[in-house]
Structures are given as structure tokens and as C-alpha cells.
């Protein structure tokens, strides 16, 4: 693990050619010091669009009323975890917008997941009460991924209407306590962020030391205030990434559906510069058109087979081997 001065942070970020490359090239060496060749695998299921909030940059904002909103019946939702442990996957995340209504079902599916499979629950809920944490660590939950997306306080509130940057952190932190593998992360390009504060959401994981970290460009969805913002250079996300390897060590950090949105080759080079999973969109294909967060996202006709073929390319051409474990953090 290397430190870096917050200068020579905000340098790095900013760079460009052969200094961009090398620093890409040393995270993808400390990556297979640390983890070899291996590439985990996630596949998530994104069990419902219905969402409370309304934070400025989503397409399954509340106030995008052009949606058809839907949700995946338990049984259904059971279903779907049986079949992707039969294909091998041994990390599932379940993933929705932000409702309380189900939590009660989820306490059921993780006790069945549980119950019946070897694999790793990973739910992606949102912000909850620490009673709620603590009910879904008890049926049998290992991971929580809640990102903070800015670490800049002024530009949270101003994306978040409905959030407090406080509360978002006391959650992380809750999380933590309770013995969850903690995952957060940011968005990289967002209308009014700055190399600085880039540089400032890195220094602030080292202190925190999370588990997992989710690095997504900002991307406009035509149904938000943000539609007519612009994309971020995939380089910077990149340059961001690389640091956040270089800087934390044995963290999970995924190569994610929104960056190949953005390059057509975004998860290869994600991986072959600091990235040591793989999220698969395991949602049934007939609801993925519905949880579009972005515009233009990828994997949304493919059925789950077919997009677990080409993650295996993908995993491939990026000269990585895609393994079914459940991929818990490695202690260094
Ligand atoms: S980012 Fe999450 S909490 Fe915010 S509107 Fe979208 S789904 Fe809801």
C-alpha cells in the first residue's frame, strides 16, 4: 500500500498518458499480489424500482412518474437466488430502490438463502434503521453496499433532497458495528465536483476503511433535473480507481455495469487497473428495462445465461479468471 500526499493526489487524478498508464499498471500489480488472477463474481437482482426518495441524478427517482413501477414476489425472488446458485454463483446482492415495505420478506428470503445455500448475502437497501440492520444481520446477512456518492458535504445535500450526510455515515458506521462487511462508494464526474473533492472521497475511505468499494461515472438519465449534464472522461475513472487499489489495499473494488456503459471496454480496463470483481445483472430480463438508474445501460435484452457468457469473455480478454467463491475480503 502506498501513501500519497492530497497534492499529489489531485495530480494523479488529472494525468493523463504515460503517467495515467503506469499508474494503472501499478495497481493492476499490487491487484495480483494481492488476489492473484482472480476475479470474483457477484450477480445481483434488482427485486424492485419502487423508491421513496427522490435524489437528483436517477432514473428511479420518485418523481419520474413515466415509470412502471414493479417488484418481485418473495417466492419469485427465492427462486431466482435457487437458480443462480445453481449456476455457480456464491455471491448474490439483492438490490432495490428505497421502501420499507418489504423488509419483513427480506428477513424471509435471507433466512432461506441461508438456510439452503453456500453463498454470500449481500443486500443493497438503502438506509435503514439500526434495528433493521441488526434484524437482517441476525437472519443471516454478510454484506451491506451504501454508497455516500460525495464525500463533499455542500454537493451531497444538493443531490440528495430527501438525505442528510451525517445519517448516511452514522449508517455506514452502524453497519460496521454490526459485524457486516461494509461497502460504500462514489460517482465520478458529477455536475460541481472537483479534482479536490475526488481526491478528498479517497482519503476519506483509507480513514474509514471499508471493505468494498463502488466506483460508477455519473451517467444522465433523461427522467432527472441532471439530463442534460455531461459524462466524465472515462480516464478519470480510471485514474480514480487505480488509487483507490494503490491507497487501499486488500479492498473488493468492482468492475461495474456503468462503466462499460460508458467505454465499450470499460470492464476489461477496469480490471487490468485495479478492480477484482465482477457484477452480473441477474434480474429476470422482462423488469431490467424498469431499473434503468442511467441512460443507455447495458445487459438490458440479454437473459441471465447470455450475460453470464459474456461476463466470462469479458473476464477473459482482461487475462483474469472469473472464480465461484464467495470472495470475502482477504486479510492481508
Ligand atoms: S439513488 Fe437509491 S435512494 Fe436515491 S432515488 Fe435512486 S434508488 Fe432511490
Known amino acids: 500500500m502506498l501513501n500519497y500526499s492530497f497534492k499529489n493526489l489531485v495530480h494523479l487524478l488529472e494525468s493523463k498518458n504515460e503517467e495515467h498508464l503506469n499508474l494503472r499498471k501499478k495497481a493492476n500489480q499490487l491487484t495480483e499480489k494481492i488476489f492473484g488472477k482472480k476475479v470474483f463474481l457477484r450477480g445481483i437482482i434488482e427485486f424492485s424500482n419502487i423508491c421513496r426518495k427522490d435524489c437528483l441524478y436517477c432514473g428511479i427517482r420518485k418523481s419520474n412518474k413515466n415509470l412502471v413501477r414493479y417488484f418481485i414476489k418473495k417466492e419469485d425472488i427465492k427462486e431466482i437466488i435457487k437458480n443462480s446458485y445453481q449456476d455457480g454463483f456464491r455471491t448474490i446482492v439483492l438490490q432495490s430502490g428505497e421502501?420499507?415495505?418489504?423488509?419483513?420478506?427480506?428477513?424471509?428470503?435471507?433466512?432461506?438463502?441461508?438456510?439452503?445455500?453456500?453463498?454470500?448475502?449481500?443486500?443493497?437497501?438503502?438506509?435503514?434503521?439500526?434495528?433493521?440492520?441488526?434484524?437482517?444481520?441476525?437472519?443471516?446477512?454478510?454484506?451491506?453496499?451504501?454508497?455516500?456518492?460525495?464525500?463533499?458535504?455542500?454537493?451531497?445535500?444538493?443531490?440528495?433532497?430527501?438525505?442528510?450526510?451525517?445519517?448516511?455515515?452514522?449508517?455506514?458506521?452502524?453497519?460496521?458495528?454490526?459485524?457486516?462487511?461494509?461497502?460504500?462508494?462514489?460517482?465520478?464526474?458529477?455536475?460541481?465536483?472537483?479534482?479536490?473533492?475526488?481526491?478528498?472521497?479517497?482519503?476519506?475511505?483509507?480513514?474509514?476503511?471499508?471493505?468494498?468499494?463502488?466506483?460508477?461515472?455519473?451517467?444522465?438519465?433523461?427522467?432527472?433535473?441532471?439530463?442534460?449534464?455531461?459524462?466524465?472522461?472515462?480516464?478519470?475513472?480510471?485514474?480514480?480507481?487505480?488509487?483507490?487499489?494503490?491507497?487501499t489495499g486488500n479492498t473488493n473494488i468492482p468492475a461495474t455495469t456503468s462503466m462499460a456503459t460508458l467505454d465499450k471496454k470499460g470492464r476489461e480496463k477496469a480490471l487490468n487497473s485495479g478492480a477484482n470483481v465482477i457484477m452480473l445483472n441477474y434480474t429476470p430480463a422482462q423488469y431490467r428495462h424498469m431499473y434503468q438508474l442511467y441512460d443507455e445501460k447495458i445487459c438490458l435484452r440479454e437473459d441471465e445465461k447470455n450475460t453470464f457468457k459474456l461476463t466470462e469473455n469479458v473476464v477473459r480478454r482482461a487475462g483474469k479468471i472469473l472464480v465461484d467463491e464467495k470472495g470475502d475480503r482477504v486479510k492481508l
Open 99 to 247: 421502501v420499507e415495505i418489504f423488509d419483513r420478506d427480506i428477513t424471509e428470503i435471507i433466512e432461506f438463502t441461508r438456510k439452503n445455500f453456500d453463498m454470500a448475502i449481500t443486500l443493497s437497501l438503502g438506509e435503514r434503521k439500526r434495528k433493521v440492520y441488526e434484524e437482517w444481520k441476525k437472519a443471516g446477512a454478510d454484506r451491506y453496499l451504501l454508497r455516500i456518492e460525495t464525500t463533499n458535504r455542500e454537493l451531497f445535500k444538493r443531490l440528495h433532497p430527501d438525505d442528510d450526510f451525517d445519517n448516511r455515515l452514522r449508517s455506514l458506521l452502524y453497519l460496521k458495528e454490526l459485524g457486516y462487511e461494509t461497502g460504500t462508494g462514489v460517482m465520478i464526474g458529477l455536475p460541481g465536483q472537483t479534482y479536490e473533492d475526488l481526491a478528498k472521497d479517497i482519503l476519506f475511505f483509507k480513514i474509514y476503511d471499508f471493505d468494498m468499494l463502488g466506483v460508477g461515472p455519473f451517467l444522465p438519465s433523461f427522467e432527472t433535473p441532471l439530463k442534460n449534464e455531461k459524462k466524465p472522461d472515462f480516464e478519470l475513472v480510471l485514474n480514480f480507481l487505480a488509487l483507490l487499489r494503490l491507497i
